[in-house]
């Protein structure tokens, strides 16, 4: 896929890296000619880098350093005389037995989807990925869920789980089964579980493009050394995919700590309502909003996400360490430098 | 063998099928039933006396076309300007050296990892201290500059672009503001198409940023969608809901599947390069 700079040999760098260091007897003109452009060089990387720089200090450095501030305080939004309270609220944070449940209910959410997500989705790569009449339209159709923007979704699974008119306890009553109260413990949870499993369109996509990075010859080889579908899967496929799954990992992780489906889910029909939401799906995130708007506990809140943020760090970084060597680069992730040959060679 | 094979592949694909289109079924099946009919026992498959005044009475309960204007406005707002200033810095990112490019890169790759109601949050606080709340100089304001996921969208096309295009201009004495404008934009139409599709959608779509950042009258219809459809006792509305959030949904399926091809590359590519 990345296939790196190409440079035709002896072609000038206009990188001007070589420019920079003008040799001792260069002439004095061609010198500071040189000089000049490769300065002119840089200073246009920074009208380039420039407004994102600005805005990175201006509306990321800055609110997190403020929340950073805040989450030291008591700050509430109320009274103006919010205080320097130290670490107390992370002091809390981490005695707070709801925060903590939350913060638990909220890795067991993750440890569930992510690896479903990851199977569903590679499950039905594997499927759109053989040679099968049309395709494309069930590649399309079963991506569609994905571009679902979350309120949409939540409002359609609502609709499904309603006690009384939903299709889910229609199909139950078809069966002659009593109706549940899908939306109430403990099947809430279930709910926003089927809820998350319905993008996984998304990881499919994903692993299909990587999927199509295997080179069709590595099979070839394999069926004439003898090897089963189930060798061929495990020994090339899994290994050649490896990276995207990694990925897939990682990003999911990422945004499952940070959901926040719930609240849309279990919105009351009043604004910025979160209080009915069941202890099932009472996620990490969903106690920050509780604690923010109903509480308006502004310091408390920023405490929580500062810590959610360390955790997201800690975890990525285990992560990286936990799959060294089991996730296998055939390409030079590193898109700067001149990628190697794509080979099956060791390191 | 073969033939068994392929029609469990079918069979599968079918199954899948029906799983991830049932919700959009029964959504449009509820938006298209009387209000008595949601009460029905046992629950009606279909709707017996279908009719399209869900529609219309969605469009009139709460002010639609207000809130669809307003995510319209921000939505489009921040798309043109965050494609723009991202394929701007993309380019800086992909051509161009100077000390600190490699810092500044990971830090905004970082930035990727932020939680972003963590500096929402204060940045609300900031907002109302400055009474920029219930207006949509914020949405402006993110967009001018750029966004890091798009950023490194751009800068990876511009990566692998050949180096011989710019050089000539350079050898015709083109600057790199021209360079950029007049070469390399016009060439990655189909990284903007995915930019521009990715940022409306994720601002249609977004509902913690209006729901902190605006009233109820300037607020978005996402906020409004989840809440908005309720009678005088307070209870909600279904079929109004599910015509409410038909209409919400449509337009970006349809905008989806008119533009997939790119759009769907773009998203496969962008992470794993």
């Given at each position: 896929?990345?296939?790196?700079?190409?440079?035709?040999?002896?072609?000038?760098?206009?990188?001007?890296?070589?420019?920079?260091?003008?040799?001792?007897?260069?002439?004095?003109?061609?010198?500071?000619?040189r000089r000049?452009?490769?300065?002119?060089?840089?200073?246009?990387?920074?009208?380039?880098?420039?407004?994102?720089?600005?805005?990175?200090?201006?509306?990321?450095?800055?609110?997190?350093?403020?929340?950073?501030?805040?989450?030291?305080?008591?700050?509430?939004?109320?009274?103006?005389?919010?205080?320097?309270?130290?670490?107390?609220?992370?002091?809390?944070?981490?005695?707070?037995?709801?925060?903590?449940?939350?913060?638990?209910?909220?890795?067991?959410?993750?440890?569930?989807?992510?690896?479903?997500?990851?199977?569903?989705?590679?499950?039905?790569?594997?499927?759109?990925?053989?040679?099968?009449?049309?395709?494309?339209?069930f590649?399309?159709?079963?991506?569609?869920?994905?571009?679902?923007?979350?309120?949409?979704?939540?409002?359609?699974?609502?609709?499904?789980?309603?006690?009384?008119?939903?299709?889910?306890?229609?199909?139950?009553?078809?069966?002659?089964?009593?109706?549940?109260?899908?939306?109430?413990?403990?099947?809430?949870?279930?709910?926003?579980?089927?809820?998350?499993?319905?993008?996984?369109?998304?990881?499919?996509?994903?692993?299909?493009?990587?999927?199509?990075?295997?080179?069709?010859?590595?099979?070839?080889?394999?069926?004439?050394?003898?090897?089963?579908?189930?060798?061929?899967?495990s020994?090339?496929?899994?290994?050649?995919?490896?990276?995207?799954?990694?990925?897939?990992?990682?990003?999911?992780?990422?945004?499952?700590?940070?959901?926040?489906?719930?609240?849309?889910?279990?919105?009351?029909?009043?604004?910025?309502?979160?209080?009915?939401?069941?202890?099932?799906?009472?996620?990490?995130?969903?106690?920050?909003?509780?604690?923010?708007?109903?509480?308006?506990?502004?310091?408390y809140?920023?405490?929580?996400?500062?810590?959610?943020?360390l955790i997201?760090?800690?975890?990525?970084?285990?992560?990286?360490?936990?799959?060294?060597?089991?996730?296998?680069?055939?390409?030079?992730p590193?898109?700067?430098?001149?990628?190697?040959?794509?080979?099956?060679?060791?390191? | 063998?073969?033939?068994?094979?392929?029609?469990?592949?079918y069979?599968?694909?079918?199954?899948?099928?029906?799983?991830?289109?049932?919700?959009?079924?029964?959504?449009?099946?509820?938006?298209?039933?009387?209000?008595?009919?949601?009460?029905?026992?046992?629950?009606?498959?279909?709707?017996?006396?279908?009719?399209?005044?869900?529609?219309?009475?969605?469009?009139?309960?709460?002010?639609?076309?207000?809130?669809?204007?307003?995510?319209?406005?921000?939505?489009?707002?921040?798309?043109?300007?965050?494609?723009?200033?991202?394929?701007?810095?993309?380019?800086?990112?992909?051509?161009?050296?100077?000390?600190?490019?490699?810092?500044?890169?990971?830090?905004?790759?970082?930035?990727?990892?932020?939680?972003?109601?963590?500096?929402?949050?204060?940045?609300?606080?900031?907002?109302?201290?400055?009474?920029?709340?219930?207006?949509?100089?914020?949405?402006?304001?993110?967009?001018?500059?750029?966004?890091?996921?798009?950023?490194?969208?751009?800068?990876?096309?511009?990566?692998?672009?050949?180096?011989?295009?710019?050089?000539?201009?350079?050898?015709?004495?083109?600057?790199?503001?021209?360079?950029?404008?007049?070469?390399?934009?016009?060439?990655?139409w189909?990284?903007?198409?995915?930019?521009?599709?990715?940022?409306?959608s994720?601002?249609?779509g977004?509902?913690?940023?209006?729901?902190?950042?605006?009233?109820?009258?300037?607020?978005?219809?996402a906020?409004?969608?989840?809440?908005?459809?309720?009678?005088?006792?307070?209870?909600?509305?279904?079929n109004?809901?599910?015509?409410?959030?038909?209409?919400?949904?449509?337009?970006?399926?349809?905008?989806?599947?008119?533009?997939?091809?790119?759009?769907?590359?773009?998203?496969?590519?962008?992470?794993?390069?």
């Open positions: 896929m990345s296939t790196g700079q190409i440079t035709a040999p002896g072609a000038p760098s206009p990188s001007g890296e070589a420019a920079a260091r003008p040799g001792p007897r260069t002439g004095a003109h061609s010198a500071r000619g000049s452009l490769s300065s002119r060089r840089a200073l246009s990387f920074y009208v380039f880098a420039g407004p994102w720089v600005l805005g990175f200090l201006a509306l990321t450095a800055f609110p997190l350093g403020y929340a950073l501030w805040l989450s030291l305080t008591n700050a509430d939004g109320l009274s103006n005389n919010s205080r320097f309270v130290g670490l107390d609220n992370y002091r809390e944070v981490f005695t707070d037995p709801e925060t903590m449940s939350s913060l638990a209910r909220t890795g067991i959410f993750t440890a569930i989807t992510v690896p479903l997500t990851l199977a569903a989705g590679l499950l039905l790569a594997i499927l759109v990925n053989q040679p099968i009449r049309a395709r494309g339209v590649r399309t159709l079963l991506y569609l869920p994905a571009v679902v923007p979350p309120v949409g979704a939540a409002l359609t699974f609502k609709l499904i789980f309603d006690r009384d008119s939903g299709a889910a306890n229609g199909a139950l009553d078809a069966l002659n089964l009593d109706g549940i109260s899908w939306l109430m413990d403990p099947y809430a949870r279930w709910v926003l579980v089927t809820l998350t499993l319905w993008g996984a369109g998304n990881a499919m996509i994903v692993s299909l493009a990587g999927l199509q990075d295997v080179p069709k010859e590595l099979y070839e080889a394999a069926r004439i050394d003898g090897a089963n579908t189930w060798q061929s899967f020994r090339i496929t899994l290994p050649l995919l490896s990276p995207v799954l990694f990925f897939q990992v990682i990003t999911g992780i990422i945004a499952a700590v940070q959901s926040f489906l719930p609240l849309l889910i279990s919105l009351d029909p009043t604004p910025r309502g979160v209080t009915a939401v069941p202890e099932g799906n009472y996620l990490f995130m969903i106690h920050v909003f509780a604690q923010y708007f109903a509480n308006g506990r502004y310091g809140a920023s405490a929580m996400l500062w810590v959610l943020f997201i760090v800690a975890i990525t970084f285990l992560v990286f360490k936990l799959s060294k060597g089991a996730v296998f680069y055939a390409v030079d590193e898109p700067d430098k001149p990628s190697r040959p794509r080979t099956l060679g060791g390191k | 063998m073969v033939f068994r094979r392929r029609s469990a592949v069979m599968l694909l079918v199954g899948a099928l029906v799983l991830f289109l049932g919700p959009f079924a029964w959504l449009l099946d509820t938006a298209l039933k009387a209000p008595d009919e949601l009460r029905a026992l046992p629950v009606h498959w279909w709707p017996h006396h279908p009719n399209l005044s869900n529609f219309r009475d969605a469009l009139t309960h709460i002010d639609y076309f207000g809130y669809a204007r307003n995510s319209l406005t921000i939505a489009t707002v921040y798309a043109v300007l965050v494609t723009l200033a991202s394929a701007w810095a993309g380019y800086g990112f992909a051509r161009l050296h100077a000390p600190g490019k490699k810092l500044i890169f990971n830090v905004l790759l970082s930035t990727m990892m932020l939680p972003q109601i963590l500096t929402l949050i204060p940045t609300y606080l900031l907002f109302a201290k400055m009474h920029l709340t219930n207006t949509y100089v914020p949405w402006v304001l993110w967009g001018l500059c750029g966004a890091p996921y798009l950023i490194f969208l751009f800068r990876q096309f511009f990566s692998n672009m050949p180096k011989e295009l710019e050089e000539a201009a350079i050898v015709d004495g083109c600057g790199q503001i021209r360079i950029f404008w007049r070469i390399f934009l016009p060439q990655s189909p990284v903007i198409a995915t930019s521009l599709i990715l940022s409306f994720w601002t249609w977004d509902y913690i940023a209006p729901a902190l950042l605006l009233d109820d009258a300037h607020t978005t219809l906020v409004k969608l989840a809440y908005g459809y309720v009678n005088a006792h307070g209870s909600p509305l279904g109004l809901v599910a015509a409410g959030a038909v209409m919400y949904v449509v337009p970006v399926l349809a905008l989806f599947l008119i533009v997939q091809r790119g759009f769907v590359a773009g998203v496969a590519t962008s992470g794993l390069k």
